[in-house]
């Protein structure tokens, strides 16, 4: 595929189409950022992320990985001491899962986030924002009605990391989309330049296929979990025979979270998927890509227990590195 195929590939959403396309042209030494508030371990949000961040450093972007330190802070996940910790230990888990480190640079917030250039920024984009506006933004940290001050601050300083981070991209979950439509309306009238952003997919609740995995809530996956973790997880996962499931009985849409993840996780990143099968079940079956193993489970060829069992082992081999950094 072209460099814009795999800058793109799994992609959720980008903006803009003209602006990504213009970085494709020559992406050799163009630089792209994610933030990630280092507040526990990796978890398959900041996975999903990354994998998309190994996609822009084989096209030839440099990455550079923002531990937000600052931001963690002001959403109260802890003294610096303890978030920086954190952040140490996050940097050694995303070269483990696959960034090629000499592509890489990693920076922690407080590096320039309280320098005074930055901190003048801050008020100043602060003076052309409502707090209508910053609300909007901030609903993805501050949820519930204890909303604090901090909160609001927290989108309009991601919206000038990607102008104090000199960066030509910024990629983010969907969940990230209104702090980078905020930063392309705050930054011209600091007199910067806006960027394109590319947004990775939401990957839906394990158990029930409705809304949000995430760590904060119901099950999720993380770097911490053993192989038995992962394959009881993905066992009691929700998987119809279809990509297309019907709603719950509340009426919520529902996507089938075990074929996500092999989307947007396993396929990305191995050459081939055998799901392995007694032969008096058909035997083996090899997928080199994901659509045939979506046909061949909407057929009925692939049975979802067999989907899962191959998903579990395919997944424990893209954390089996993580996890050995954990425990050494």
Known sequence: MDAYELITRNAAEVVTEEELEELADDPDGKRAYVGYEPSGV????????????????????????????????????????????????????FIAYGLDESKTEFVLGSEFQLDEEYTLDLHAAELETTLSRAKRAMAEIARGD?????????????????????VDLAVGGLDQ???HMLARETLPELEYDVRPALHTPIIADLSTGVGK?????????????????????????????????????????????????????????????????????????????????????????LHPMDAKSALAAELNALIEPGRQQLNA
């Open 146 to 166: 204890h909303a604090k001050v901090s909160q609001m601050v927290y989108p309009l300083m991601q919206a000038l990391d990607i102008e104090y981070l000199d």
């Open 177 to 179: 989309r209104k702090v």
């Open 42 to 93: 990796l978890h398959i949000g900041h996975m999903l992320t990354a994998t998309k961040l190994i996609d822009l450093q084989e096209a030839g972007f440099d990455v550079t990985v923002l531990l937000a330190d600052v931001h963690a802070y002001l959403n109260d996940k802890g003294t610096f001491a303890e978030i920086r910790e954190t952040a140490d230990r996050m940097q050694e888990q």
């Open 213 to 301: 995995m995430a760590s904060s809530s119901g099950v999720t996956i993380s770097m911490e979990d053993s192989e038995d973790d992962i394959e009881a997880k993905i066992n009691d996962a929700y998987c119809p025979p279809t990509a297309d499931p019907d709603p719950d009985g509340d009426g919520n849409e529902r996507e089938n979270p075990v074929l996500q993840l092999f989307q947007y996780h396993v396929f990305p990143r191995v050459d081939s998927v055998v799901v392995e099968r007694p032969e008096q079940y058909g035997g083996d079956l090899e997928y080199d890509d994901y659509e045939t193993l979506e046909a061949d489970l909407e057929s009925g060829e």
